[in-house]
Each structure stands twice: as structure tokens, then as C-alpha cells.
Nanobody, 127 residues
Framework: QVQLVESGGGLVQAGDSLRLSCAAS????????MGWFRQAPGKVREFVAAVRTTGSTYVADSVKGRFTISRDNAKNTVYLQMSSLKPEDTAVYYC?????????????????????WGQGTQVTVSS
């Protein structure tokens, strides 16, 4: 398993951009599918984006066109670039990892697809 540590959260204004980072321990990072989820107060944790080992990405419709996920295997890090932020993007953002490969990318939209989770980083967007 890998250990995940998120960073980059903070308080921003609507329309601003922010980049989250998730640093992973271990030498097998490149073999993990990485995901970002978020949880707003009083709501369930929801899928944001995922990136396969091949670099193929999946992005939730709610953030498509505004958020981009990427990975740097040399740095054992996955990023979430967020732009045109809205107050409804306010949430704790979690990084997740799984060594399992699914043919259908829709599996990666589920919390249950992931084995490892970070502690989360708070993103607050003011209006």
C-alpha cells in the first residue's frame, strides 16, 4: 500500500484557481490508479477525478472543463488543478489510490474502488 498526503488547500475567492497535490510514499506509485474525491458538510463523499497508470483520465461532470487531474510518476505525486472555482466547490478534498485495474473506468467513480486514502485538505471558496 501507499501512504498519501494532500496539500495545497486553502481559502480562495470565486473564480480563482488552486492546485492540490497528493504525495505518495513507496516505489510502486506508477502502478496505482489515483483519484480525487471531495466531501462537503452534510453531504456524502463524491468522485471528482481519476487518472489511470496510462495517464487516461476521468472527470466528474460537475467539474468537467474546470478541473484537471494529472500525475508525475517521477515525483510520486498526483495533482488536481482547479480553476473557475465556485462556492459549491467548498469541501474537504481527499486523494485515493488503488492498485486494481478495471476495464470500465466507471468503477473508479466509486469510493469502494480505492484502498488507500489521504487525510484530506480543506478547500473553501468564498462568493
Amino acid at each position: 500500500q501507499v501512504q498519501l498526503v494532500e496539500s495545497g488547500g486553502g481559502l480562495v475567492q470565486a473564480g480563482d484557481s488552486l492546485r492540490l497535490s497528493c504525495a505518495a510514499s513507496g516505489r510502486t506509485f506508477s502502478s496505482y490508479v489515483m483519484g480525487w474525491f471531495r466531501q462537503a458538510p452534510g453531504k456524502v463523499r463524491e468522485f471528482v477525478a481519476a487518472v489511470r497508470t496510462t495517464g487516461s483520465t476521468y472527470v466528474a461532470d460537475s467539474v468537467k472543463g474546470r478541473f484537471t487531474i494529472s500525475r508525475d510518476n517521477a515525483k510520486n505525486t498526483v495533482y488536481l488543478q482547479m480553476s473557475s472555482l465556485k462556492p459549491e466547490d467548498t469541501a474537504v478534498y481527499y486523494c485515493a489510490a488503488t492498485p486494481r485495474t478495471y476495464y470500465s473506468g466507471t468503477y473508479y467513480y466509486s469510493n469502494n474502488a480505492y484502498d488507500c486514502w489521504g487525510q484530506g485538505t480543506q478547500v473553501t471558496v468564498s462568493s
